[in-house]
């Protein structure tokens, strides 16, 4: 029951009783009747951007929010309403989307929304804005209109991209594919989700941080370390103005190194190091390439021509996007050559097992020594010191 004042007469507040489940004394629907509408409103335009239903949309929300995302293959797509705030024919509500990219999604990925309404004439609810809740990184479609291209091992999703370019994009995506599976195995999902944004800005939107953490950065992959292999969220981003600076080989490399991540991210946990995690992923991203220690580590050569080769395994601090860029490379080539000389001493199916022994630790502390005495046969100390004399040989 609504209202300043307590009802005096027994008509009144039987009144009141009968239809509060429906509406309030004062003839604004009370907050469960709302939420229902809203609810409802919601699961319409659900049921409309499955159906690729544009009319349908638009009777339920602006028709350009429609087109942005219209041309994406979802499998599913719903809201769950968690709050309604109204004012008078306004309100704004919180909200869960669920959403699965048909074929490549196993379950939904789910993303905090915030949605502003209004109620018509004819008093139904219509939504005009649904933008990332607060803290929550933007979706590709909320920076224009996607365009999609299908590839035998990838979806690539771009924004402000030409055809030409999203299918330059699938084109090394498709080749990365079946390269992670010829080493590491097929006991992963073999195909890969490329979103391309217009710029570094809308890369920063995406995963909700700030530009200047990845200038420079030509593409990232998300995904939970760790998770069951079966996670949804694995998606590899890229920075189109970094990317452009590359040469053909640079862009296949790091295409190839980011569906590595995706490749490996079950195997990937809390103990193992980034230079182990980065390293393999150049170390799959290089094969093939017939690029040497020298062309590929030129910042680790300077540091050994000068005299002053690393004392150790590059640390997973080294790895920040925002060091400074010449410990950023000595960083990735340190960890790419441990991989590698990995390979030369133990052999590639070894080193796949190190690398599946150390993230299977339950802890970080003795992760990569016990994995070495169990896989390689070395200590780390010793590993160390051979690691600093293949530096030394393959970079002089």
């Given at each position: 029951m609504t209202g300043r004042r307590r009802a005096s007469r027994s008509g009144v507040l039987a009144l009141c009783l009968l239809f509060g489940s429906?509406?309030?004394?004062?003839?604004?629907?009370?907050?469960?009747s709302a939420r229902t509408a809203v609810q409802r409103l919601l699961d319409r335009q659900s049921a409309a951007v499955l159906r690729h239903d544009g009319a349908a949309y638009a009777r339920t929300g602006a028709r350009t929010a429609y087109e942005n995302l219209s041309a994406v293959p979802f499998a599913s797509w719903s809201y769950r309403l968690t709050s309604l705030r109204r004012t008078g024919a306004t309100a704004t509500a919180d909200a869960q989307l669920g959403y699965r990219v048909r074929g490549y999604d196993t379950s939904p990925v789910t993303v905090g929304r915030t949605l502003t309404l209004r109620l018509t004439?004819?008093?139904?609810?219509?939504?005009?804005?649904d933008r990332p809740a607060k803290k929550a990184g933007r979706q590709l479609w909320d920076l224009g209109k996607v365009s999609v291209v299908q590839g035998t091992h990838s979806l690539v999703m771009g924004v402000g991209q030409s055809a030409e370019a999203l299918r330059e994009y699938r084109s090394l995506a498709d080749h990365a594919v079946p390269a992670v599976s010829a080493v590491w195995g097929t006991d992963w999902t073999r195909h890969?989700?490329?979103?391309?944004?217009?710029?570094?800005?809308?890369?920063?939107?995406?995963?909700?941080?700030?530009?200047?953490?990845?200038?420079g950065i030509a593409a990232v992959t998300t995904g939970e370390a760790g998770g069951s292999g079966?996670?949804?969220?694995?998606?590899i981003i890229v920075n189109p103005e970094a990317y452009a600076m590359l040469g053909p080989t640079g862009k296949q490399v790091v295409l190839t190194h980011e569906t590595t991540h995706v490749a490996t991210r079950a195997r990937t946990t809390s103990a193992t190091p980034l230079w182990l995690s980065e390293g393999y992923a150049d170390w799959i991203g290089y094969r093939g390439t017939g690029r040497t220690p020298v062309q590929a580590a030129p910042e680790l050569q300077r540091a050994v021509e000068d005299g002053d080769p690393p004392a150790a395994l590059p640390a997973d601090k080294d790895f920040g996007f925002d060091s400074e860029a010449g410990e950023l490379a000595r960083a990735y080539e340190g960890g790419w050559l441990a991989c590698r000389m990995i390979e030369d001493h133990w052999g590639t199916?070894?080193?796949?097992?190190?690398y599946r022994a150390v993230g299977a630790h339950k802890k970080r502390a003795g992760a990569v020594e016990d994995a070495m005495k169990d896989v390689l046969g070395t200590t780390l100390d010793d590993f160390t010191a051979q690691w600093r004399d293949y530096l030394k040989d393959q970079l002089a």
């Open positions: 429906l509406v309030a004394c004062g003839g604004q629907p009370a907050p469960d004439a004819d008093g139904q609810w219509y939504v005009d804005s890969v989700v490329v979103l391309v944004p217009g710029s570094l800005e809308g890369m920063a939107g995406l995963l909700g941080a700030p530009a200047a953490s990845y200038r079966d996670a949804p969220a694995d998606r199916a070894r080193l796949g097992r190190f």
